[in-house]
């Protein structure tokens, strides 16, 4: 069966550090990925998503970068973090669209 | 494009009620359509999902969502709601096509009370 896993599952960050959140599937190949950031209040918001190695898309300008480096692998970076980047991070990855996504468990990330 | 209108963003209930939460959505195109629920700190769960064929569908936990394409909705439906229904849900669509995003709702925060 497929599985997904996120991490870290929690993250205090001084703003101006670096940011690396990995996430990885299991038990499939060729699936696309997405980041999405989840605000208080806002819902969900598409940050980046990826239908192949080493191909990305950006959904909005900001201070975060994404790579796919392998085909199950998933990274969401920042060189700098910025008080506005804090929130709750969802990685999910789905075959075709008709099948959903599944998401992994979520990294709250808070920059202090 | 696709986009999706959660009509309510919070829904108090008593215990044992039903409920039903709204939402509506606006496509081009033909769409699947999908629930999801999300507890607290935690990721988002597929309860059901629209894809084709009989317009009524259910889920897990016992909800169940119908699908008009006329009014173009795709209200979620509880008989009875328990305290561990609290959570957020989201409603959803896409595109029918190999590599169509999901567009989400703002969500509803659904708060069962004893």
């Known amino acids: 069966s497929q599985t997904i896993h996120q991490w870290p599952a929690t993250l205090v960050q001084p703003v101006g550090s670096p940011l690396s959140l990995e996430c990885t599937v299991e038990?499939?190949?060729?699936?696309?990925l997405y980041w999405y950031r989840q605000a208080a209040g806002r819902g969900l918001q598409l940050l980046f998503y990826s239908v192949g190695i080493g191909q990305i898309s950006s959904e909005v300008p900001q201070n975060l970068s994404a790579s796919r480096p392998q085909d199950r692998q998933f990274i969401l970076s920042s060189k700098k973090l910025l008080l506005s980047d804090s929130g709750f991070y969802l990685c999910?990855?789905?075959?075709?669209?008709?099948?959903?996504?599944?998401f992994g468990s979520g990294t709250r990330l808070t920059v202090v | 494009a696709q986009s999706v209108t959660q009509l309510d963003s919070q829904v108090p209930v008593f215990e044992e009620a039903p409920v039903e939460l709204r939402c509506n959505y606006s496509s081009s195109v033909s769409v699947y359509l999908f629930w999801y629920v999300q507890y607290p700190n935690q990721g988002l769960q597929l309860l059901l999902k629209?894809?084709?064929?009989?317009?009524l569908v259910k889920g897990i936990n016992g909800f169940e969502a119908e699908f008009n394409k006329s009014q173009t909705s795709f209200h979620l439906r509880k008989p009875s709601v328990h305290i561990s229904d609290t959570a957020e849900y989201f409603c959803?669509?896409?595109?029918?096509?190999?590599?169509?995003?999901?567009?989400f709702g703002k969500g509803t925060k659904l708060t069962v009370n004893p």
């Open positions: 999910a990855w789905t075959r075709r669209a008709n099948y959903g996504y599944t």
């Open positions: 629209y894809l084709s064929g009989s317009t």
């Open positions: 038990g499939t190949s060729n699936p696309n």
């Open positions: 959803a669509v896409s595109g029918q096509g190999g590599s169509e995003k999901l567009v």
